[in-house]
């Protein structure tokens, strides 16, 4: 059975800074672009920033030239480095896998969720 387990979030002042991890387990044979979106109360779920297996990057415009993400393909662990928090970035992360790939072919797979709230 495939999990996500996030961790990392939690309570920061605006300016400060958090790194997220989110660690894929199970009998996974590759993961093509692992990911993480974000949830605040009373909006839609948006895209934060993917990365691809071969280290492509792709980010939100709000949070470009702040958030970094990275992957260890061979840990099946994605990371997100969000500096120069803003209250606005206070939501729900979320981490996704897309095109994981297991004996039964590929699928998406979605993680619990982490809070993060960033106080002005």
């Known amino acids: 059975q495939v999990q996500l387990v996030e961790s990392g979030g939690g309570l920061v002042q605006a300016g400060g800074s958090l790194r997220l991890s989110c660690v894929a387990s199970?009998?996974?044979?590759?993961?093509?672009?692992m990911g993480w979106y974000r949830q605040a109360p009373g909006k839609q779920r948006e895209l934060v920033a993917t990365?691809?297996?071969?280290?492509?990057?792709n980010y939100a415009s709000t949070v470009k030239g702040r958030f970094t993400i990275s992957r260890d393909n061979a840990k099946k662990t994605v990371y997100l480095q969000m500096n120069s928090l803003k209250p606005e970035d206070t939501a729900i992360y979320y981490c996704?896998?897309?095109?994981?790939?297991?004996?039964?072919?590929?699928?998406?797979?979605w993680g619990q969720g982490t809070q993060v709230t960033v106080s002005s």
């Open positions: 996704n896998a897309n095109g994981l790939y297991t004996a039964w072919g590929p699928d998406d797979y």
């Open positions: 990365i691809t297996s071969g280290g492509s990057t």
């Open positions: 199970g009998r996974i044979f590759s993961i093509n672009v």
